[in-house]
């Protein structure tokens, strides 16, 4: 059961005094209706029974919403085996344009859409836009040349520009940041799940011949019309915040407010802030967060768009290619789980995400140096899903996002700045794999190894910032009870959250903590 916190003692963290900051203070009405000025404590039983309460409509809808997302964006990838380019007649870098396109139109929708987050309730606005992309989807089947298929990826990466900052806004207001990077992971590794289901998909539709519709159509078709039908279920079943949920009692709703509440990143500011943007665009941590976006997506999105052809150039068949996608989204699962666990476990993230970082460079010197045979062909396939450790690097920059940025304003600014980065590195991503350099493209290859090294040397400066970071916080806070320290048998730092849903932003927050 959930009881107020009464006992304080001296070496609990003090109010912030700072009147700048004070006059930050603002605190949500529909949150203040629910949220006390003090913590209340949860047993560890109410918080299982929460978290599962909570899964069954926010998950749920965030994995199903991911995995409908990966499987309509990566239909050019089944496609680009099922004849489309002959089809579609098209020539050239066209078919690298068609994945460079995608992300022109998650650029062009990222800061509207984050602005729009932030103002509208979350649940409906993401439902709407699901439905618009199931829509450009099953349109896609209509499409017969270069221009028009530029059209439709182009609205679909409009449409789709607000799953994943969505997604992390919906993380960071239900879940604690001990569970971040796990459920970061699971709706991140649909991924994974979008290349065995899609693969089967594929591979049943490219059965589907001697008819006038041809069997890509079909595919885009079917596609297109689940995603019509999950829009309107999401619609339906997910709750707009913990405040509004309908499906909850008001007692629920307060205890799954204050689980939150040591996140210290709130969970709705509908006031857009000047200063928050500020703060947002000179803080050198967010510019480490947008270049860990660009040099980790330059990577993936080439992978993505490109997989099927690397695979078939190691000497699989069409057939193979498509059912290797099952082995290949399978491996993905994993190395994704496995990658959120070791960070949640060790509670190093930027640690785990260097050692991800070194089977995929051991899988790209492997590839690069040896060129395929029959003879090897399965051992350059085994080099290829190392590279996929790399994808892991995704769902946990999303997971220090959600973890370390406070202001609903800053987060929002954050969200759209990396992933306007995010967007940029997967439209240029495809033009690292040149036609000229088929099938081997030894010139991407090299180019991964550079982005590899630049990767991890933004890892280093983000993470010296937040250690930093931290140990000035603590610090202040010492000082500001050092009487109260001499006459205490311990030395454990004790914050009583009382400025969790008072919007203030990371840097302003006393009480907040970097997770590294």
């Known amino acids: 059961m959930a009881r107020p916190e009464t006992k304080h003692d001296a070496t609990d963290i003090t109010p912030v005094e700072d009147e700048a900051v004070l006059n930050h203070i603002d605190r949500d009405n529909e949150i203040a209706a629910y949220a006390g000025e003090t913590a209340t404590h949860i047993d560890q039983d109410t918080h299982k029974s929460l978290f599962w309460t909570i899964n069954k409509r926010v998950?749920?809808?965030?994995?199903?919403?991911?995995?409908?997302?990966?499987?309509?964006?990566?239909?050019?990838?089944?496609?680009?085996?099922?004849?489309?380019?002959?089809?579609?007649?098209?020539?050239?870098?066209?078919?690298?344009?068609?994945?460079?396109?995608?992300?022109?139109?998650?650029?062009?929708?990222?800061?509207?859409?984050?602005?729009?987050?932030?103002?509208?309730?979350?649940?409906?606005?993401?439902?709407?836009?699901?439905?618009?992309?199931?829509?450009?989807?099953?349109?896609?089947?209509?499409?017969?040349?270069?221009?028009?298929?530029?059209?439709?990826?182009?609205?679909?990466?409009?449409?789709?520009?607000?799953?994943?900052?969505?997604?992390?806004?919906?993380?960071?207001?239900?879940?604690?940041?001990?569970?971040?990077?796990?459920?970061?992971?699971?709706?991140?590794?649909?991924?994974?799940?979008?290349?065995?289901?899609?693969?089967?998909?594929?591979?049943?539709?490219?059965?589907?011949?001697?008819?006038?519709?041809?069997?890509?159509?079909?595919?885009?078709?079917?596609?297109?019309?689940?995603?019509?039908?999950?829009?309107?279920?999401?619609?339906?079943?997910?709750?707009?915040?913990p405040m509004k949920a309908k499906c909850f009692n008001e007692d629920q709703k307060r205890m799954m407010i204050e689980r939150v509440r040591a996140n210290e990143t709130g969970i709705q500011n509908k006031t857009y802030k000047r200063y928050q943007i500020l703060e947002a665009m000179k803080d050198p941590v967010i510019w480490c967060y947008v270049m860990l976006q660009i040099t980790s997506t330059l990577v993936i999105g080439g992978l993505g768009v490109f997989s099927n052809l690397i695979i078939s150039a190691f000497g699989f068949t069409y057939l193979q290619t498509q059912l290797l996608n099952i082995a290949q989204g399978a491996f993905t699962i994993i190395v994704m789980i496995g990658g959120a666990w070791a960070a949640t476990w060790t509670r190093q993230t930027a640690i785990v995400m260097h050692i991800w970082t070194l089977p995929a460079i051991i899988g790209t010197a492997v590839i690069y140096s040896i060129p395929p045979n029959p003879a090897n062909k399965v051992g350059l396939l085994i080099a290829f899903y190392c590279t996929q450790f790399y994808l892991a690097e995704?769902?946990?920059?999303?997971?220090?996002?959600?973890?370390?940025?406070?202001?609903?304003?800053?987060?929002?600014?954050?969200?759209?700045?990396?992933?306007?980065?995010?967007?940029?590195?997967?439209?240029?991503?495809?033009?690292?794999?040149?036609?000229?350099?088929?099938?081997?493209?030894?010139?991407?290859?090299?180019?991964?190894?550079?982005?590899?090294?630049?990767?991890?040397?933004?890892?280093?400066?983000?993470?010296?910032?937040?250690?930093?970071?931290?140990?000035?916080?603590?610090?202040?806070?010492?000082?500001?009870?050092?009487?109260?320290?001499?006459?205490?048998?311990?030395?454990?730092?004790?914050?009583?959250?009382?400025?969790?849903?008072?919007?203030?932003?990371?840097?302003?927050?006393?009480?907040?903590?970097?997770?590294?």
């Open 394 to 516: 995704g769902n946990l920059i999303f997971s220090l996002i959600s973890r370390n940025v406070a202001g609903q304003t800053k987060k929002s600014t954050t969200l759209a700045m990396t992933f306007i980065g995010w967007a940029a590195g997967n439209m240029a991503a495809p033009q690292i794999f040149q036609e000229s350099d088929a099938p081997r493209y030894q010139k991407g290859f090299t180019a991964h190894f550079c982005l590899y090294v630049l990767f991890n040397l933004f890892l280093i400066l983000l993470r010296v910032l937040l250690v930093r970071r931290n140990t000035v916080k603590r610090r202040d806070a010492s000082v500001a009870v050092a009487d109260a320290r001499e006459s205490s048998s311990t030395g454990d730092e004790k914050i009583n959250h009382a400025h969790a849903f008072d919007d203030l932003t990371d840097k302003e927050n006393p009480d907040f903590r970097y997770d590294i």
């Open 59 to 241: 998950l749920v809808c965030m994995l199903g919403t991911y995995f409908c997302q990966s499987l309509d964006k990566g239909t050019l990838g089944f496609a680009s085996v099922m004849n489309i380019k002959q089809d579609a007649n098209l020539q050239g870098q066209d078919y690298s344009w068609l994945g460079t396109i995608l992300y022109m139109g998650v650029l062009v929708g990222e800061y509207p859409t984050n602005y729009l987050l932030q103002r509208l309730p979350v649940a409906k606005f993401l439902s709407a836009n699901v439905f618009c992309w199931g829509v450009v989807i099953a349109c896609s089947a209509a499409t017969h040349n270069f221009g028009s298929l530029m059209a439709v990826r182009f609205l679909l990466g409009l449409f789709e520009s607000c799953v994943q900052p969505a997604f992390i806004i919906m993380t960071s207001m239900w879940y604690t940041k001990r569970e971040q990077s796990v459920l970061t992971s699971l709706w991140y590794c649909m991924t994974g799940v979008q290349l065995m289901v899609g693969g089967l998909i594929a591979y049943g539709a490219s059965h589907f011949q001697g008819h006038s519709l041809k069997s890509w159509q079909l595919l885009f078709l079917v596609l297109g019309c689940a995603t019509c039908a999950w829009a309107a279920f999401v619609g339906w079943w997910l709750p707009d915040s």
